[in-house]
């Protein structure tokens, strides 16, 4: 259910000397975000360029105060996402928040005193929040079931303006599983009163800024279509700035330059400005197109009080060699970052996970413990999702076009059709050797997972031959129909007794459970968005899962990602005691639970 993404074509280079002990549960996830993120300030033209923070960490979002000797902006430094300023030459680093929650997107008062952020700290959401800098004290300004965005504060500290995606239902862009964002410009008083939107309800609206008289306030705005597609930055269009008046709501258009124009800015000066984001240029702009720091891994500027400088995050997305330990919100599972759908063996001493090695190439590896990483496999098309026999000696795969997996490496961002490019199940020797596809005919036949004793598989299948779950048994590939749905990544229990499984209803993916014989169907999730990529404890007790059902925390344009709004989560094999366990706005999915030693025995099914 997702793509291939653009920072995957390049080199993962995996785990070397694994840094993995089986003390506590472990958990291995692509995440699919900036692996670097550092702080520059430069002068308006893009001369001067330094770096305000040091490499290494993700430092993003900065934000100048309004009387210029601060800059304020977000870090991952300490685990979680917390704000800190410092000063504009680089002196007097301060930590302002420290809560395991995501806290993000600061903006100053007019006078410098306090700060609204956005922040996950109450139930889970993105909400705004104000910070008094002198007592670190915080208080909560909105709530709901909502995400709030990108605030900003009126120049005569009446009102904060901000965009908001309350109220909507989540639509699935056209043809395709990933959500759109629908926002609106909201305005609400300090104080937490007045709240109302202010922009015209359909498509998208966001970053408001102040013009100086604190009389009306610029949006980028776009059909919320547009939010697919021009998520990745590889596309060419041309969105429209908007200036709304604050009292009567009256939109007139900005006079600005062509492409896709994000974050606008009102300088002093009167000036507009703003980051385009196309496939034709990236960088930051003035007025009808003058250029000034430039390059498609900036992100969200903000300009001095005078003008005459700007701060700005660049984005680096080389992984490194070893896997990547991330923050956790519970200290019992350790978290690392890897390579795309990573999936243990059941001895835990090894994993197997699939990379683009070229334009036309995928390599399916796997991965020993304390020795180099081995490619097993390599075909000119997508090698997808495997998973491994009980008795660690087998791998299977998906192998095909798979087309819409690709769409952001060839920039076109076609609709789902049943096929899906083809595709078939392959089974191969863990040393590689031995390849041959157990499945054949028009249907995209992925996404299989072995039986624990080692003679079934479970699969997905789309096409013209029908949809839904398939079991197999291996020795006279007799095919049972398990399921006739929009059915996805079957995962078998450990125990042997239960599938499960993500399927689409009424719009959205939920997670069921079903047992092999086709009785016992029930549904564990209900949530309003994508659910998906489960992985079982290795005791059967207990599924890890991606979800999106904390919806959005930013724009999704300012984060180059598909669906910037995965969290892990693990709940109970009947779905109660869900547990959030990530809290970022990157993309998180497709968890792999490491086996605690002794390796899972591949007989022996126990009821639930």
């Not at 002196?91 to 928040?97: C, G, I, M, Q």
């Not at 991965?367 to 791998?395: M, N």
């Not at 087309?403 to 060839?410: R, T």
Request: hydrophobic share 35%; aromatic share 10%.
């Amino acid at each position: 259910m997702r793509r291939l993404p653009v920072l995957l074509i390049c080199v993962f280079a995996l785990v070397a000397a694994s840094p993995f002990s089986l003390a506590v549960d472990r958990i291995l996830f692509d995440r699919l975000g900036p692996t670097g993120a550092t702080i520059f300030v430069s002068n308006a033209d893009g001369s001067g360029e330094r770096a305000l923070t040091e490499p290494g960490s993700l430092d993003y979002d900065p934000s100048w105060s309004p009387t210029g000797d601060w800059i304020v902006f977000t870090s991952e430094r300490a685990g979680s996402a917390d704000l800190y300023r410092v000063h504009p030459d680089g002196s007097t680093l301060e930590r302002l928040t420290n809560d395991p929650a995501y806290d993000d997107q600061a903006a100053f008062s007019p006078d410098g005193k306090r700060i609204v952020f956005v922040s996950t700290r109450a139930n889970g959401r993105a909400n705004l929040w104000i910070l008094d800098v002198a007592t670190q004290k915080v208080t909560r300004l909105t709530s709901g079931d909502g995400g709030d965005f990108r605030p900003s504060w009126s120049p005569d500290g009446e009102w904060i303006a901000f965009s908001s995606d309350r109220g909507s239902d989540l639509p699935a862009a056209k043809g395709r599983w990933e959500r759109l964002q629908v926002a609106d410009v909201y305005l609400i008083h300090p104080d937490g009163s007045g709240l109302r939107r202010i922009s015209e309800h359909a498509g998208f609206c966001g970053s408001p800024k102040w013009t100086p008289d604190s009389k009306s306030v610029v949006a980028y705005c776009m059909p919320a279509q547009d939010t697919w597609t021009y998520r990745f930055g590889d596309e060419d269009g041309n969105d429209e700035l908007d200036r709304i008046d604050i009292a009567t709501g009256k939109t007139a258009p900005v006079a600005a330059g062509p492409g896709v124009k994000l974050v606008p800015s009102v300088l002093p000066s009167g000036e507009i400005a703003y980051l385009r984001s196309d496939k034709s240029v990236q960088g930051i702009f003035y007025g009808m197109g003058t250029l000034g720091p430039k390059g498609d891994d900036l992100r969200t500027p903000s300009w001095s009080p005078d003008g005459a400088q700007l701060v700005y995050s660049r984005f680096t997305y080389k992984h490194p060699s070893l896997a990547v330990k991330q923050w956790s919100r519970n200290q019992n599972f350790e978290l690392y970052s890897t390579a795309w759908l990573p999936a243990y063996d059941p001895s835990g001493q090894r994993f197997a996970v699939t990379k683009k090695v070229s334009k036309d190439e995928t390599s399916l590896f796997v991965v020993d413990e304390g020795k180099p990483e081995k490619a097993i496999l390599t075909r000119k098309s997508l090698i997808l999702a495997p998973s491994w026999s009980p008795d660690g000696k087998q791998i299977a795969v998906g192998v095909g076009d798979f087309s819409s997996f690709l769409d952001s490496e060839v920039g076109a961002k076609k609709p789902v059709d049943p096929a899906n490019g083809g595709g078939q199940v392959a089974i191969l020797n863990a040393d590689g050797s031995d390849f041959h596809l157990v499945t054949s005919g028009p249907n995209n036949n992925a996404f299989a997972w072995f039986a624990p004793d080692g003679k079934h598989i479970v699969y997905r299948t789309e096409g013209p031959e029908g949809e839904g779950l398939r079991i197999m048994d291996l020795e006279d590939r007799a095919v049972k129909v398990l399921t006739n749905g929009y059915d996805n990544f079957p995962i078998w229990s450990p125990r042997g007794d239960l599938i499960a499984f993500m399927r689409r209803i009424d719009g959205f993916f939920q997670i069921l459970t079903i047992h092999p014989d086709g009785t016992g169907l029930k549904q564990l999730t209900f949530t309003k968005g994508n659910e998906a990529h489960m992985a079982w404890s290795r005791d059967g007790e207990r599924m890890l899962f991606t979800s999106s059902r904390m919806g959005f925390k930013d724009e999704v344009l300012l984060i180059n990602n598909p669906q910037p709004y995965g969290e892990i989560f693990v709940m109970r094999y009947d779905g109660t005691g869900v547990e959030q366990l990530t809290d970022d706005q990157w993309e998180e999915g497709a968890p792999a639970w490491q086996p605690k030693q002794p390796a899972l025995a591949s007989a022996g099914a126990t009821s639930h």
